[in-house]
């Protein structure tokens, strides 16, 4: 996740909202109250209607005057029914909900509070992770566990975690559980002595 999140409050001006958006190259921003309890979202599809009015020199008639006034303040458009996931979560699950759900990030928080945000762009970075660097992950992960790195052999490729070696049907269990547990891991194999999961 990014922390913390750049946030605003019910109050700020729309105009500073994107102005904010812009200058982070960000999609949306967690509302927020003074005490940080999350209260809404305001992101660029919320925004994007205040500037949909054509070029009136464009247009052959005279352009029929707004019924209602401009929104002004976040609190007139944000969204308030907000997906959110808590500071735990699991990476994948986070991802899986994130499809379900079709939106493109969630507030991370800790009760009500705001922590952080997490987005696609986040999720990414996980997959994006090299192979030398999950590897060298999942194999601190099996050796603080005591597992004995003499008869396992750790190898990934693609995000391919490749478990060789010996070793009892519960100790190959429990590495192939530690394995799946470091982010960007995409699967974890075992395989024999001489055999590849090419």
């Known amino acids: ?6 946030t605003v409050t019910p109050a700020t001006r729309c105009k500073d909202a994107a ?62 029914d907000v997906y959110t996931v808590d500071e735990d979560a699991d990476v ?16 991370v928080t800790r009760g009500d509070r705001v922590v952080g945000i997490v987005s696609r762009h986040d999720l990414l970075r996980v997959l994006a992770r090299t192979d030398g660097d999950v590897e060298a992950e999942v194999t601190r ?3 603080e566990e005591g597992m004995r790195l003499t008869s396992l052999r750790v190898r990934v490729r693609d995000g391919v975690v ?9 100790t190959l269990r429990l590495a ?6 470091v982010p960007g891991v995409l699967d974890v194999r075992r395989v024999s002595s001489g055999e590849s999961a090419e």
Do not use: C, N
């Not at 996740?1 to 750049?6: D, K, N, Q, S, V």
């Not at 994948?92 to 969630?106: N, P």
């Not at 192939?176 to 547990?181: G, T």
């Open 1 to 6: 996740m990014t922390a913390p999140a750049i």
């Open 141 to 143: 992960a099996l050796a």
């Open 162 to 170: 490749e478990l060789e070696g010996g070793g009892d049907r519960q």
């Open 19 to 80: 102005a904010l958006l812009v200058r982070h190259r960000i999609s949306a921003l967690p509302v927020v109250e003074a005490d940080g309890r999350l209260v809404g979202l305001v992101s660029e599809a919320d925004l994007l209607p205040l500037e949909t009015g054509p070029d009136p020199r464009s247009q052959a008639t005279p352009l029929t005057p707004r019924s209602d006034p401009v929104p002004r303040r976040v609190d007139e458009v944000m969204m308030t």
């Open 176 to 181: 192939e559980i530690l394995a799946r547990s």
């Open 92 to 107: 994948g699950v986070i991802a899986q909900r994130m499809l379900e759900a079709g939106v493109k990030r969630f507030p």
